[in-house]
């Protein structure tokens, strides 16, 4: 998860999001390579977690196991953000966070060893475009965006936890994992968003620490006037399918 500011506000017009932004399932080659340069411009352009890749496209090892999603900008075309869902077929396809990161998972109840292989994912590399999280007045004239535009925008990193969400349910996902950042974590707290954290924070690309969901969990404490927009994020979602 990249590094953002998230201005949060008091309720969402669900009108205005869906005017302005699509929830899209990467279901095809060129939505995939998409989602990679998003990841590139984000991941390595901008936060140089990775080093650049001359076809601007980031991806790894897991990515032939993932799921991916992304969220498009209406009215430019443009895409805002994406998600990946990495899924587990077998004990010899772990998870990120039991590859790299093992060792910071305090709460053995929820290591992903403890649940049938293939009902655990982890949700990763969730990255929104610099331009999609600038949120100051100055931004209106830089790039044209609306202020309705701008009012939608910071749900663009909510949108894609519930994409997320949508396709774990869709693909019989019942246990995920995430690394993120702890203040993050408390930003997604506020919108009913509950990530339980598992372990330790530790140093990897800033401060990270092991969380655990489930889409029970989520869907429980989610925000209401946030419910709506996951109903309507579903339903166009699974027209997709």
Known sequence: ??????????????????????????????????VFK???????????????KDDQMELDEFDPRSTLALIQHKPSDKYT???????????????????????VIQN????????NRAEICEVSRLAVMADFRRFNGSTIGETNYSESELRSFPFIAIGLYMIACILMIEKGIKHAFVMMEPRLARSMK???????????????????????????????????????LYKEIKKDIRSQF
């Open 1 to 34: 998860m990249n590094t953002m500011a998230l201005d949060i506000n008091p309720e969402v017009d669900v009108k205005l999001f869906t005017q302005f932004l699509k929830p899209r399932y990467a279901s095809t080659e060129d939505l995939r390579r998409e």
């Open 38 to 52: 998003i990841r590139h411009d984000v991941y390595c352009n901008e936060l140089a977690f990775e080093n650049p």
């Open 81 to 103: 953000g994406c998600v990946r869902i990495i899924h587990s077929n077998g004990a010899n396809e772990l998870l990120p966070i039991e590859k790299l990161c093992n060792d």
């Open 108 to 115: 053995k109840d929820f290591n992903p060893q403890m649940f």
């Open 190 to 228: 506020l919108v009913g968003i509950k990530f339980l954290q598992i372990g330790d924070s530790i140093q990897y690309h800033g401060l990270r620490a092991p969380y655990y969901i489930s889409p029970e969990i989520f869907l429980e404490n989610l925000r209401s006037d946030l419910k709506n």
